[in-house]
């Protein structure tokens, strides 16, 4: 009997682990030999635990899988209480055009033969036969752009570093994900680690780079064994070696080592503070050698567009946003998880489509979208396509593509309070706007809840100091949330008026 | 407890183990944690010598990131996420449920040493929200149920 039971984060967080155990315990009694393959997430994670038992080569679903529901698993299957059926027919599943996620929740992560098996390594034999320039050319004319937030086009970051001088280039992966709402590099890293090995080796031949870092968030302990165990193998298979090898290293709890010129400070042994740009890093970066700096999602869709070519994944968006991208749906809604697809969903396909509204029952009353520097959006702008210039065009940012849904409970005032305290407490300190200025806008808005309306355009030029004045979009996009907030929802700042007089 | 040749010999294994990488000084400082539960004072002087850097550089580093000690911690860390995804599903309430039920705040440790509560800002479960790590232990949808785990 084989048995798939997921080993990523959300699985193991409800109880992943003890199912495992259950289902190999129950076996041994009743004298079945199982095979248990701990596999990534599908991504329906209000189905995890969800485990998967194949049978005639299908995979049949069960979730989410409580300790009671194990021994159900080894008698008649379709009339299990958590039984979803075939697994790939599962509506949330055929909804999706997984390209970067094709193998995830699929594959055994550590199992470098079922990497093969499902796709895996043709992009990089593709590279291997490539000019330096081709490479570039074919990763640009994908039209990929950076998945990390700022949207910029990956082929052209590679083409600088690719064309400058040095004799040690590296490759940065950015595996920093401090956003809220925001997990599709943990599971990608969990649940096909050797994908962001590929795509990061394939990064080394464009460029010239020998050497790759990835630099992941501390907080992510499964991504951290999985990505380490992953490397070993690929440097035993030769895939690693001399040509191009990398290792792992780990954060240190601080969000503002997400943003690049920190990050790379941060792997020097510095403090996580920002540098000023220019230099870019691409010329003068980690160790003040010429360095690409790519989010784990950019670097994951790399070798899909080698394998299938640029104009396949072209062929995929909307505008200028072209390809696919996975959807993180979070926070009170009542189908969360990973949900990957062509850009151009409108928000209110994703909010109330795809994920089912709210976990509570109640009405939606407003979406954030791209972290805690992204803007919150009410059900009025849910007629926005999911794209770049789409929600930049009101106000807003896709970010890292992380969506925080919330109900009617929700206190914006709170919420904007909140961003300007996250603010404070992650600000790396160079630049005042942001360090003195989130701490002033935590003040401000106290005032306003005691109901001070005096305060409300000290609020607004402090938003403006700090969207100006600031050195990384820390400061600088922390304004999002808070104005959006203000725009979209004065009663919640008003109400509080009311309240004190 | 460690007397301070031990602390200086451990630390030097440590400072050995990591010659020859770039950028040594994280992974140095996440293994000296590991191995004590948190940054001696005494470690600082030790790794500035080893990696050439001052004093005040290293203990610069320390100071900067969330996750480094220059205290021990008590025998269970709590960590509860406070982040946007999780706040929706009512991690505030819960977080103060629980600081009242252990009678402390964030950043502080039960008087008997039990139990250090700390904040965390998204641990990758917003859609299993509220989240925490509980000793290194990821838990979805908690509540002050998670107490008991940090009960001895
Ligand atoms: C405060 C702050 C935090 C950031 N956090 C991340 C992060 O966790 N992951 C990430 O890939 N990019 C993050 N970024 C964006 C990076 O600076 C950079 O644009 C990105 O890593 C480039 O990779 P890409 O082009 O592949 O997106 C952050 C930026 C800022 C200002
Ligand atoms: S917001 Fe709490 S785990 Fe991400």
New interface residues.
């Given amino acids: 009997m084989k048995v798939f039971v997921p080993l990523d984060?959300?699985a193991?967080?409800?109880g992943a682990d003890r199912i495992a155990e259950a289902i190999v315990a129950q076996g041994a009694a009743r004298g079945v030999t199982v095979q248990v393959v701990r596999n990534g997430s599908r991504g329906m994670?209000?189905l995890?635990p969800l485990v998967e038992v194949e049978v005639d080569g299908v995979r049949h679903g069960f979730g989410p899988m409580t300790l009671a529901d194990v021994p159900g698993l080894f008698s008649d299957l379709a009339s299990h209480p958590k039984a979803i059926g075939p697994v790939e027919a599962h509506p949330w599943m055929k909804g999706q055009t997984r390209l970067t996620f094709a193998r995830v929740g699929v594959i055994d992560p550590l199992s470098l033969d079922d990497y093969r098996a499902h796709g895996g390594l043709v992009g990089l034999d593709r590279a291997r036969g490539m000019t330096r320039a081709e490479i570039v050319a074919e990763v640009t004319e994908s039209g990929l752009r950076g998945r990390g937030g700022a949207g910029f086009p990956t082929g052209i970051k590679w083409k600088t570093v690719s064309e400058a001088a040095g004799d040690q280039k590296y490759i940065v992966c950015n595996a920093d994900?401090?956003?809220?709402?925001?997990?599709a590099d943990?599971m990608l890293m969990e649940g096909d680690p050797f994908c962001l090995i590929e795509g990061m080796a394939i990064a080394g031949l464009a460029c010239g780079a020998t050497k790759g870092y990835v630099y992941i968030r501390?907080?992510?302990?499964?991504a951290i064994r999985v990505m380490e165990a992953a490397v070993r193998i690929a440097r035993e298979a030769g895939v690693l070696g001399a040509a191009f090898d990398m290792?792992i290293?780990?954060?240190?709890?601080?969000?503002v080592c997400g943003e690049e010129t920190s990050l790379l400070n941060?792997?020097?042994?510095?403090?996580?503070?920002v540098r000023a740009k220019p230099p870019l890093p691409a010329l003068q970066g980690?160790?003040g050698r010429p360095t690409v700096v790519n989010n784990v999602i950019s670097l994951a869709s790399v070798p899909v567009i080698l394998a299938k070519g640029a104009a396949f994944y072209k062929d995929f968006g909307l505008g200028r946003s072209r390809g696919t991208i996975p959807l993180?749906?979070?926070?009170?809604?009542k189908y969360?998880?990973l949900y990957e697809v062509a850009f151009g969903l409108t928000l209110g396909e994703i909010v109330n489509g795809i994920g089912g509204g709210t976990?509570s029952g109640r009405p939606v009353k407003a979406v954030?979208v791209g972290g805690?520097l992204g803007a919150w959006f009410p059900p009025a702008l849910f007629d926005t396509p999911f794209g770049y210039e789409e929600f930049g065009a009101k106000d807003g940012l896709i970010g890292h593509a992380?969506l925080?849904?919330?109900?009617d409970t929700?206190d914006m005032l709170q919420?904007a309070r909140?961003a300007m305290e996250?603010c404070a407490?992650?600000s790396c300190g160079k630049c005042t706007p942001c360090r003195i200025g989130s701490t002033r806008g935590v003040e401000t808005i106290d005032r306003l809840a005691r109901g001070d309306a005096s305060a409300l355009p000290i609020l607004t030029d402090l938003c403006n100091t700090m969207k100006f004045g600031s050195l990384c979009a820390l400061g600088g996009f922390t304004p999002y949330p808070v104005l959006s907030a203000l725009t979209h929802f004065p009663d919640d700042f008003a109400r509080q008026r009311e309240a004190a007089e | 407890m460690l007397d301070s040749q031990d602390h200086s010999d451990r630390i030097a294994e440590i400072l050995e183990a990591h010659q020859g990488?770039?950028?040594?000084?994280?992974?140095i400082?996440?293994a000296v944690q590991e191995a004590f539960g948190y940054i001696p004072e005494a470690a600082v002087p030790q790794i500035a010598k080893a990696?050439m850097l001052s004093k005040a550089?290293v203990h610069?580093?320390v100071s900067?990131?969330?996750?480094?000690r220059s205290k021990p911690a008590g025998r269970h860390v709590l960590k509860l996420c406070r982040?946007?995804?999780?706040?929706?599903?009512g991690a505030d309430a819960v977080a103060d449920r629980i600081k009242r039920a252990l009678g402390i705040g964030w950043h502080e440790t039960t008087s008997d040493g039990r139990v250090t509560l700390e904040p965390?800002?998204?641990?990758?479960?917003?859609?299993?929200?509220p989240?925490a790590?509980v000793d290194?232990r990821?838990?979805?949808?908690v509540d002050e149920s998670v107490c008991a785990e940090v009960a001895k």
């Fill in positions: 984060s959300a193991v967080a409800l994670v209000w995890e994900e401090g956003d809220s709402a925001t997990f943990r501390s907080e992510y302990p499964v290792e290293r780990v954060g240190a709890g601080a969000y941060s792997l020097e042994g510095k403090r996580g503070v980690f160790l993180q749906i979070a926070g009170n809604v969360g998880g976990a954030q805690p992380g925080t849904v919330a109900d929700v919420m909140f996250f407490i992650e | 990488l770039e950028g040594p000084l994280l992974p400082l996440h990696l550089e610069g580093v900067f990131y969330h996750d480094f982040a946007e995804a999780c706040q929706t599903m965390v800002f998204c641990l990758g479960l917003c859609a299993c929200g989240a790590m290194g990821l838990v979805g949808r």
